[in-house]
């Protein structure tokens, strides 16, 4: 499996649903790193975690996550020697906890799901931990029985407070103090008790000023009543700090002693919810478990894409048993790249166990590669064609696809010449199906379409068609051959009767018509020809011209009389156009002086010192020459 295909067939949409179905980062990251596997217990393994998940959750049973939403960063903080907040030990004892129940969860619903409690019985408890956490800490705090030490302290501080907001109170309702005050309350400013003191006043109050406003019109004193009860309290709250800090390292020692065990249980939590993303995701497109074959066998019974929400037509699709290869035609827009797309998706889907959208008797192979060339993937970079980037895909596919492989074709051999394209088409789709590998492709071409007719291992499908209304109808038809939609389509568009019965016969025999027509040519005609012949020779070598379909200038480099053309050169190339979409500008000779080589004007500067360095004999230019000459010979 290659990135191309990956992204061509939108697998990583896909995921993208499936990871919005986690609880938690790290489930997210496990299912991004899950691995592809087409090996048959690998696979099967996963079905079965992802039907007990899914048998639960159709119980209407939930998984009793908790605690799971940074989990991780705390165990790589513990490990780095920091200790964890208040809040983050409640985290943690809320994931400690959260592992004892779901191991009690899997173990009362273990008839559901065998599997997945098995799974259970490596999540260890720690139930010592969690009560000492909830007791230490209430209300995202240390609370003050975390410790006797830490309840005395808190004891002295709330009886200092007091103390300090008595003596305020007393102040500020002394009759004396009333005209220095500015606002009658106590405020605290640096972790001290103050006053608000009208700035004029400041001298008046015995006291030290803890701060001013930003105004300066107000500062905040501490009186000296309570200056040696602040300082008491501030001692206080250092060790008050220093106990916390204490009962905090505690906490984070005993996590830490056990972080191997928690650890384990994160990665089975982890798993868990991983698994309970996939069994939501399949929950939610009503998806079933195919069964499984490693013969490259496909059969969709009524699949539909799964990113396709609404009023997708159910594809019934079957390759790899009694042919290994299908050939599919219809017309564009049709729905054959959502096919193709449809295919490879589900089968990529079914290594990572997840459930398909489609109905009961499903039945996948399982492929160690699976490979797309699907749309245009042009490299404007490269300078490549279109043709050029599928076959280079093609070749890539070529090189690296195993035996067991899904081999994926949109359009295969389009692109250039249809005898060519259709010859290395076949040739192609020869050599990926003598690998052993199962080959779909679309085409328009009839001889591909032939070859699958009259080959014993490959059939045709269509895609069907309303020829009353000429719209598509997106539904596979195994074992049928497209009918030609462009007869259909002109005949609607009623083209003559007798062109389109000559087309059809061209299709079955190519004994073409090809007697020369004799057409008398009057005197009207000949005139017009004269009078258009002669308004294009107006236009003459170097006049500026206005390009009227793209409102902007260039030069006219001929005039080209027999197809009533004139040749501009515009945006440094050539364009022949015809001369009613140009409009005179300025004349040449009232541009350039008379002896002016108008040659030069549609040369570069660099075809212009070539053509000056070979004149005066230039030795490196004619090597360049010679060098050029040899390219083009290979």
Same mark, same amino acid.
């Given at each position: 499996?290659?990135?191309?295909?990956?992204?061509?067939?939108?697998?990583?949409?896909?995921?993208?649903?499936?990871?919005?179905?986690?609880?938690?980062?790290?489930?997210?990251?496990?299912?991004?790193?899950?691995?592809?596997?087409?090996?048959?217990?690998?696979?099967?393994?996963?079905?079965?975690?992802?039907?007990?998940?899914?048998?639960?959750?159709?119980?209407?049973?939930?998984?009793?996550?908790?605690?799971?939403?940074?989990?991780?960063?705390?165990?790589?903080?513990?490990?780095?020697?920091?200790?964890?907040?208040?809040?983050?030990?409640?985290?943690?004892?809320?994931?400690?906890?959260?592992?004892?129940?779901?191991?009690?969860?899997?173990?009362?619903?273990?008839?559901?799901?065998?599997?997945?409690?098995?799974?259970?019985?490596?999540?260890?408890?720690?139930?010592?931990?969690?009560?000492?956490?909830?007791?230490?800490?209430?209300?995202?705090?240390?609370?003050?029985?975390?410790?006797?030490?830490?309840?005395?302290?808190?004891?002295?501080?709330?009886?200092?407070?007091?103390?300090?907001?008595?003596?305020?109170?007393?102040?500020?309702?002394?009759?004396?103090?009333?005209?220095?005050?500015?606002?009658?309350?106590?405020?605290?400013?640096?972790?001290?008790?103050?006053?608000?003191?009208?700035?004029?006043?400041?001298?008046?109050?015995?006291?030290?000023?803890?701060?001013?406003?930003?105004?300066?019109?107000?500062?905040?004193?501490? =009186?000296?009543?309570?200056?040696?009860?602040?300082?008491?309290?501030?001692?206080?709250?250092?060790?008050?700090?220093?106990?916390?800090?204490?009962?905090?390292?505690?906490?984070?020692?005993?996590?830490?002693?056990?972080?191997?065990?928690?650890?384990?249980?994160?990665?089975?939590?982890?798993?868990?919810?991983?698994?309970?993303?996939?069994?939501?995701?399949?929950?939610?497109?009503?998806?079933?478990?195919?069964?499984?074959?490693?013969?490259?066998?496909?059969?969709?019974?009524?699949?539909?894409? =799964?990113?396709?929400?609404?009023?997708?037509?159910?594809?019934?699709?079957?390759?790899?048993?009694?042919?290994?290869?299908?050939?599919?035609?219809?017309?564009?827009?049709?729905?054959?790249?959502?096919?193709?797309?449809?295919?490879?998706?589900?089968?990529?889907?079914?290594?990572?166990?997840?459930?398909?959208?489609?109905?009961?008797?499903?039945?996948?192979?399982?492929?160690?590669?699976?490979?797309?060339?699907?749309?245009?993937?042009?490299?404007?970079?490269?300078?490549?064609?279109?043709?050029?980037?599928?076959?280079?895909?093609?070749?890539?596919?070529?090189?690296?696809?195993?035996?067991?492989?899904?081999?994926?074709?949109?359009?295969?051999? *389009?692109?250039?010449? =249809?005898?060519?394209?259709?010859?290395?088409?076949?040739?192609?789709?020869?050599?990926?199906?003598?690998?052993?590998?199962?080959?779909?492709?679309?085409?328009?071409?009839?001889?591909?379409?032939?070859?699958?007719?009259?080959?014993?291992?490959?059939?045709?499908?269509?895609?069907?068609?309303?020829?009353?209304?000429?719209?598509?109808?997106?539904?596979?038809?195994?074992?049928?051959?497209?009918?030609?939609?462009?007869?259909?389509?002109?005949?609607?568009?009623?083209?003559?009767?007798?062109?389109?019965?000559?087309?059809?016969?061209?299709?079955?025999?190519?004994?073409?018509?090809?007697?020369?027509?004799?057409?008398?040519?009057?005197?009207?005609?000949?005139?017009?020809?004269?009078?258009?012949?002669? *308004?294009?020779?107006?236009?003459?070598?170097?006049?500026?011209?206005?390009?009227?379909?793209?409102?902007?200038?260039?030069?006219?480099?001929?005039?080209?009389?027999?197809?009533?053309?004139?040749?501009?050169?515009?945006?440094?190339?050539?364009?022949?156009?015809?001369?009613? /979409?140009?409009?005179?500008?300025?004349?040449?000779?009232?541009?350039?002086?008379?002896?002016?080589?108008?040659?030069?004007?549609?040369?570069?500067?660099?075809?212009?010192?070539?053509?000056?360095?070979?004149?005066?004999? *230039?030795?490196?230019?004619?090597?360049?020459?010679? /060098?050029?000459?040899?390219?083009?010979?290979?």
């Amino acid at each position: 499996m290659n990135l191309t295909t990956i992204e061509k067939i939108q697998f990583n949409q896909v995921k993208e649903q499936i990871e919005r179905h986690c609880v938690s980062s790290l489930g997210k990251k496990r299912f991004k790193k899950l691995q592809l596997n087409a090996k048959p217990v690998v696979v099967t393994t996963r079905y079965n975690e992802t039907e007990e998940a899914r048998a639960l959750l159709d119980a209407k049973l939930t998984m009793p996550f908790m605690g799971l939403s940074s989990i991780d960063v705390f165990m790589e903080q513990l490990e780095k020697g920091l200790l964890l907040e208040a809040s983050s030990l409640i985290d943690v004892a809320d994931f400690l906890r959260s592992g004892r129940m779901i191991r009690r969860f899997m173990e009362k619903y273990e008839s559901l799901a065998p599997t997945l409690t098995m799974y259970a019985r490596s999540i260890s408890e720690f139930t010592e931990i969690e009560d000492e956490i909830y007791f230490s800490i209430k209300n995202g705090q240390v609370a003050d029985e975390a410790s006797k030490e830490l309840r005395r302290i808190r004891r002295l501080i709330a009886e200092k407070e007091s103390k300090i907001e008595e003596r305020l109170s007393k102040f500020l309702k002394n009759k004396d103090n009333q005209k220095q005050i500015q606002e009658f309350f106590v405020s605290k400013k640096n972790e001290r008790f103050t006053i608000p003191i009208k700035a004029a006043y400041k001298n008046q109050v015995a006291g030290t000023i803890i701060e001013t406003s930003s105004k300066g019109t107000t500062v905040f004193i501490e =009186p000296t009543a309570v200056t040696k009860l602040n300082d008491e309290l501030a001692i206080l709250k250092v060790e008050e700090s220093t106990e916390i800090y204490q009962i905090l390292a505690t906490l984070s020692g005993l996590i830490l002693e056990n972080l191997v065990p928690i650890q384990l249980n994160l990665e089975t939590i982890a798993e868990y919810d991983m698994i309970f993303a996939r069994g939501k995701y399949s929950r939610l497109i009503q998806g079933v478990t195919p069964k499984l074959n490693q013969r490259g066998y496909i059969h969709l019974v009524n699949a539909v894409h =799964p990113l396709i929400e609404a009023n997708a037509v159910p594809l019934n699709f079957t390759v790899g048993e009694d042919y290994r290869g299908l050939i599919i035609t219809g017309p564009n827009a049709g729905g054959k790249t959502v096919v193709l797309k449809t295919v490879g998706l589900l089968a990529l889907m079914t290594l990572l166990g997840i459930q398909l959208p489609a109905d009961e008797g499903t039945e996948m192979g399982l492929f160690e590669g699976i490979f797309v060339d699907i749309g245009d993937s042009q490299s404007l970079e490269n300078a490549l064609s279109t043709f050029s980037s599928h076959i280079q895909n093609i070749a890539d596919i070529m090189q690296v696809a195993p035996r067991n492989s899904l081999v994926l074709f949109d359009e295969i051999g *389009s692109g250039t010449e =249809p005898n060519e394209g259709a010859a290395l088409a076949i040739a192609i789709l020869e050599e990926f199906y003598q690998r052993g590998n199962i080959v779909v492709a679309t085409t328009h071409y009839g001889e591909i379409k032939r070859y699958s007719e009259i080959h014993p291992d490959f059939i045709n499908a269509a895609m069907a068609f309303d020829q009353a209304t000429l719209t598509p109808l997106y539904q596979l038809l195994m074992g049928e051959s497209g009918e030609s939609n462009a007869l259909w389509i002109a005949k609607k568009m009623n083209l003559k009767e007798h062109v389109i019965q000559q087309a059809q016969r061209y299709m079955e025999d190519k004994d073409y018509s090809l007697t020369k027509a004799s057409i008398p040519k009057n005197k009207t005609m000949i005139d017009s020809q004269t009078e258009r012949a002669e *308004s294009v020779s107006l236009l003459k070598k170097g006049d500026r011209v206005l390009l009227l379909d793209y409102n902007e200038n260039g030069l006219v480099f001929e005039d080209n009389p027999l197809r009533e053309t004139v040749t501009v050169f515009y945006r440094n190339d050539y364009h022949e156009v015809v001369p009613k /979409r140009l409009k005179l500008e300025v004349l040449a000779t009232d541009l350039y002086p008379p002896d002016y080589d108008l040659s030069t004007l549609f040369t570069s500067y660099t075809e212009r010192k070539l053509d000056h360095d070979i004149n005066r004999g *230039s030795k490196k230019a004619l090597k360049k020459i010679h /060098r050029e000459i040899k390219q083009q010979d290979r």
